[in-house]
């Protein structure tokens, strides 16, 4: 079923519950916390699909039914946020037709650490940006350098709790809490993820989380080992996924190969991926990344491209300069990665509704 027959299908059910008491106008109450819940556009496939909730190994819908979610990740927003605006969403939206939007907060770099109340802000914004325009927002702590998750663990707790008892009552939040673990065992990112998961399910009880894999999300595979280390020795958690990055053009059989026997095994979502080497840049594998494209598509496993930003890198998908003005719509500002993958997000969802 197309998109569009799901918007007219689902139009009725609008989400006016959604709608909280609107606070009494010069209350004292301090906190800045918005008044009311931001309406998701009724036929949205965020509408459409509603809360979401890991059943078995899938990504299941509000109705319980399988489903499969693509969109794009930003680049980190310490950097471009300039490409994260009005024009550029609404094109992601509507011109891409994309079901959600991956939120890439980098913790050092730059990134939340400097300024933890700045970054919170943006997010929180971001959140409400995405929740206008009918996309899922998926929080990416983008944790990369050092790679221990760890070592961000009461940065983590502070953020993730602050993020969540905002957003508690939307139904279109995904929370990522470790990008991509590096350096570290599995046993070392079970161990945080054990802390971390309680934090987020004291605010928001049902929220997704995800969880970044050893050797840079890639199972393992990355440090020369395989997704043995956590069928072997899984999260105790419910509700979570584990996340699988790949560049196609670094990436082949010996990845692709970990995910296909992950992938019957672990509940999965690839939270990052590329066309190109792993460096985000050099020439497109668009044959390799189909064969990717094509398996997550028949295990309806979801994902979120790198990146919607106009860096100088062939894997940002607009040319440079494209975030200074106001065209983000059709191919015209796109590199051919931006082409590319524009055509795999806009192709028709699957939203089954009974
Ligand atoms: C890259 C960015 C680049 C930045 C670099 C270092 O494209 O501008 O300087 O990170 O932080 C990942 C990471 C992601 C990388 C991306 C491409 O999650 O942060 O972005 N990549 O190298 N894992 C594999 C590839």
Same mark, same amino acid.
């Not at 139009?11 to 709608?19: G, K």
């Not at 471009?80 to 994260?84: E, S």
């Not at 702590?141 to 998750?149: A, Y």
């Not at 059709?330 to 796109?334: E, S």
């Given at each position: 079923m197309g998109w569009d027959s799901i918007r007219r299908r689902a139009?009725?059910?609008? +989400? =006016?519950?959604?709608?909280l008491p609107v606070a009494?106008? #010069? +209350?004292?109450?301090?906190? @800045?916390? @918005? &008044?009311a819940i931001t309406a998701l556009p009724p036929g949205s496939p965020a509408a459409v699909n509603g809360q979401l909730k890991v059943c078995g190994l899938q990504l299941c819908n509000q109705y319980g039914k399988p489903i499969q979610l693509r969109g794009m990740s930003t680049h980190g927003i310490q950097w471009?946020?300039?490409?994260?605006k009005a024009a550029s969403l609404d094109a992601l939206a509507n011109? !891409?037709? &994309?079901d959600v939007l991956r939120i890439s907060m980098y913790i050092q770099e730059g990134g939340y650490e400097t300024d933890p109340a700045k970054f919170t802000g943006m997010v929180h914004n971001y959140i409400e940006e995405a929740t206008k325009r009918g996309m899922y927002a998926l929080v990416d !702590?983008?944790?990369?350098? /050092? #790679?221990? /998750?760890n070592y961000n663990l009461s940065r983590a707790k502070t953020f993730f709790t602050e993020i969540a008892k905002r957003h508690?009552?939307?139904?279109n939040i995904i929370y990522d809490i470790a990008n991509e673990p590096n350096g570290v065992s599995w046993a070392g990112i079970k161990s945080y993820a054990e802390q971390m998961i309680p934090v987020i399910r004291a605010q928001d009880p049902d929220g997704v989380v995800l969880v970044g894999t050893h050797g840079w999300a890639s199972l393992g595979v990355s440090d020369g080992r395989t997704e043995a280390d956590i069928v072997n020795n /899984?999260?105790?958690?419910?509700n979570f996924m584990y996340t699988f990055h790949f560049y196609a053009a670094s990436h082949k059989d010996e990845y692709f190969n970990a995910l296909t026997r992950a992938a019957s095994k672990l509940p999965l979502f690839v939270t990052e991926f590329g066309t190109q080497t792993y460096t985000g840049d050099?020439?497109?594998d668009f044959a390799y990344s189909q064969k990717y494209l094509d398996f997550l598509a028949s295990k309806k496993i979801s994902w979120t491209n790198w990146n919607f930003s106009d860096d100088s890198?062939? #894997? =940002?998908?607009?040319?440079?300069?494209?975030?200074?003005?106001n065209s983000f719509t059709?191919?015209? /500002?796109?590199k051919p990665a931006g082409v590319w993958i524009r055509d795999r997000i806009r192709s028709a969802d699957n939203f089954p509704t009974s």
């Open positions: 139009a009725a059910v609008v +989400s =006016a519950a959604f709608l009494v106008a #010069g +209350s004292a109450q301090a906190a @800045p916390e @918005p &008044a471009y946020a300039q490409c994260v011109d !891409w037709k &994309a !702590w983008h944790q990369l350098t /050092p #790679g221990d /998750p508690k009552d939307k139904t /899984p999260i105790k958690a419910s050099g020439g497109n890198r062939s #894997g =940002a998908v607009f040319k440079q300069g494209t975030c200074a003005g059709g191919t015209g /500002p796109l």
